[in-house]
RNA sequence: GGCCCCAUCGACUAGCGGUCAGGUCACCGCCCUUUCAAGGCGGCGGCAGGGGUUCGAAUCCCCUUGGGGUCACCA
């Protein structure tokens, strides 16, 4: 049985990190039939964000990874929420304490700038120096029955080395003097992240821990931890990290974190998740366009790779037209485009309508919200006339009366009768079919960019054209 | 700075001792064409450097360099 777990903290914006990682750990535990947890990490009461917890469930769910326990949906290792659990972690707390791996600490914030300030001047690492070790049992119960407010931290062995056995990277060895006595319990009673993750994926039975390689530098404290415990450890795995296009670690300063912003812009939910399979991923085939079920028949950690991967906007861009054009039925893809045009405020005349437009303009938007940008003309007559495309209609002048002339008396505007129809004018012109299309286009949609001449005369009908044609030629 | 991780085209990656180092995005060109796309074809572009090991290294080892992460009563 394998159970993985994330476990994000409800501070902000869903964070594409999270479903990175929530997507790696759903796909493990299912390519072993197990179980797929989340847990909310709210410890810290000063970033704590009351919305947040429901926008991550609620991006998680958009995404399609489904979890099998949760706050939202409960389970054998409810609650959920580390706020909810807070008596246990004391209890273990406690229980460290007893055992001889954790003492309480007294010192103030402002005494522990002090001390930190000291030991830089020495030269010396770390933040602390461990001198609340050496207060007696007794006067440290005393201390904490008056109420003296403290926190409890982990009494890290001084010498010998801890090693982590990454399952991506083999052992890694750390020199225990190099561990602090990090705080586990803070003096408000909450634990912190140290002892709650450890604590929580024992109780929950995680067999696997998958989560970022930022996590390895304090791996060695929750290996301690394991061991004062006598618990047996998960198997450990550290993802690459998801990068800026500087590099430096995914960041919301320096580019787009927000899964709800992937979302608005109007990228396709499985583009998302299939772009982030691709981050670090691959397939045996080398296959780039792949869903979930693919992602679980074919996954393997030997096909990870380890240098971070840069979370970039036009790959993905390309995914999701790739999405648009050739995965989406139209059906689907009409449907995903409805909420992008209400909220524009456009209206149109029946879904089929709407579905004529999106099928000729689908080779030429990648997003949802592209389609909207770039098909007003056919949702309304108050679109705006570029520059460019006034130029035109003055360029062809001479030929759009008669152009009207020449559609007006058509019997239809189907392209099998207005193209031989067009043909024919032009030739007697002696004219390049570029030469009217353009100012016709222009005419007609206020840009140079659309969908072939004759899908647009059918799809907007004689009486749009004949009046957009009357408004131009003045 | 200490500790730790990582290292193939600009980006995402394939490669796991013998390959002309392959694919995708982006970029450039050509084709198609009523515009713009899409699509097809082609091009540009990479194993960070140095030592080893080996008959033979992108692949294994070491060093250097570079990049990143982390050093809180945040996660």
Do not use: C
């Not at 399609?64 to 326990?69: K, L, N, W």
């Not at 998958?210 to 929750?222: C, D, N, Y």
């Not at 309508?353 to 689908?362: C, F, G, N, S, T």
């Amino acid at each position: 049985m394998v159970v993985t777990r994330v476990a994000p903290s409800p501070t902000g914006d869903p964070h594409v990190g999270t479903a990175y990682q929530a997507l790696f750990d759903y796909v493990w535990a299912k390519k072993n039939a197990g179980r797929f947890i989340v847990r909310i990490e709210d410890t810290d009461r000063a970033r704590y964000n009351a919305e947040s917890e429901a926008r991550i469930l609620a991006a998680l769910r958009w995404l399609g990874i489904s979890h099998d326990e949760g706050p939202d949906i409960g389970g054998p290792n409810a609650p959920y929420r580390q706020s909810e659990r807070l008596s246990l972690y004391q209890k273990y707390a406690q229980e460290l304490i007893e055992k001889g791996h954790a003492y309480r600490a007294f010192e103030t914030p402002e005494e522990l700038d002090a001390i930190r300030k000291e030991l830089q001047q020495q030269g010396q690492r770390g933040g602390y120096d461990g001198r609340a070790r050496s207060i007696s049992k007794e006067e440290s119960n005393h201390r904490a029955a008056q109420g003296e407010p403290h926190v409890v931290r982990l009494k890290a062995p001084r010498t010998g080395q801890t090693v982590l056995h990454d399952q991506l990277r083999g052992p890694i060895k750390f020199e225990n003097s190099g561990i602090e006595d990090a705080v586990l319990l803070k003096s408000d009673g909450f634990p912190t992240y140290h002892l709650a993750v450890v604590v929580d994926d024992h109780e929950m039975g995680i067999t696997d821990a998958v989560r970022g390689e930022e996590w390895i530098p304090s791996a060695p404290l929750h290996v301690l931890l394991y061991q004062a415990f006598g618990w047996p450890e998960p198997r450990w795995y550290h993802m690459p990290l998801l990068l800026n296009p500087d590099k430096s670690k995914l960041s919301k300063r320096k580019g787009n974190t927000s899964i709800e912003w992937y979302r608005d812009q109007g990228i396709l939910p499985e583009a998302l998740l299939n772009y982030l399979g691709m981050m670090g991923w691959s397939m045996p085939d080398g296959r780039e366009v792949f869903g979930l079920q693919d992602m679980i028949e074919n996954f393997s950690w030997e096909r990870m790779s380890l240098g971070g991967s840069v979370f970039g906007w036009d790959k993905l861009k390309w995914l999701n037209g790739k999405y648009i054009r050739e995965i989406l039925s139209l059906d689907d893809l009409a449907e995903r485009l409805k909420p992008f045009m209400e909220k524009a405020g456009y209206t149109w005349q029946n879904d089929t309508y709407l579905k004529q437009v999106a099928e000729a303009m689908r080779a030429r938007f990648e997003t949802l919200q592209e389609f909207v940008e770039k098909s007003g003309y056919f949702f309304t007559d108050n679109y705006p006339v570029q520059e460019k495309a006034l130029a035109k209609i003055r360029e062809g002048a001479a030929y759009l009366p008669e152009v009207r002339t020449l559609l007006a008396k058509l019997p239809s505007l189907e392209a099998e009768v207005a193209e031989p129809a067009f043909k024919s004018f032009i030739e007697q012109k002696g004219l390049k079919a570029g030469a009217v299309m353009q100012p016709l286009r222009a005419a007609l949609t206020g840009v140079l960019e659309t969908p072939g001449m004759f899908e647009v005369l059918h799809l907007l009908g004689r009486e749009r054209v004949i009046a957009r044609l009357d408004r131009a030629i003045q």
